[in-house]
Nanobody
Framework: QVQLVESGGGLVQAGGSLRLSCAAS????????LGWFRQAPGKEREFVAA????????AYADSVKSRFTISRDDAKNSVYLQVDSLKPEDTAVYYC????????????????????WGQGTQVTVSS
């Protein structure tokens, strides 16, 4: 059974940083494209960042571009989201997601593209 488990969330002041991690089990990690999404209270889940199967391409939502960095370590079956210069509007539950793909260079930015999801980790940014 495929499992994705996020960690690294917490309470941080505006301007601070966190490193979110997502560890995967029961899948051949290197053949999956990966993504991070977030959902704030009362809002729909939204795309944050994605990384291709090869790791060579990344994509970001405009609201986080230049502040967030996605990366992957296939040897550790893990994907990371470095979040810097945090703002109160970044407060949300952050989810990692994975999808098996044949093509190595594409990033997937729609939640409907993904087949596996973690349970989420809370990020709260105080002003």
């Amino acid at each position: 059974q495929v499992q994705l488990v996020e960690s690294g969330g917490g309470l941080v002041q505006a301007g601070g940083s966190l490193r979110l991690s997502c560890a995967a089990s029961a899948l051949t990690f290197s053949v999956y494209a990966l993504g991070w999404f977030r959902q704030a209270p009362g809002k729909e889940r939204e795309f944050v960042a994605a990384i291709s199967r090869s790791g060579g391409n990344t994509a970001y939502a405009d609201s986080v571009k230049s502040r967030f960095t996605i990366s992957r370590d296939d040897a550790k079956n893990s994907v990371y989201l470095q979040v810097d210069s945090l703002k109160p509007e970044d407060t949300a539950v952050y989810y990692c997601a994975a999808v098996f793909v044949f093509y190595s260079s594409r990033c997937y930015t729609e939640s409907t593209d993904y087949t596996h999801w973690g349970q989420g980790t809370q990020v709260t940014v105080s002003s």
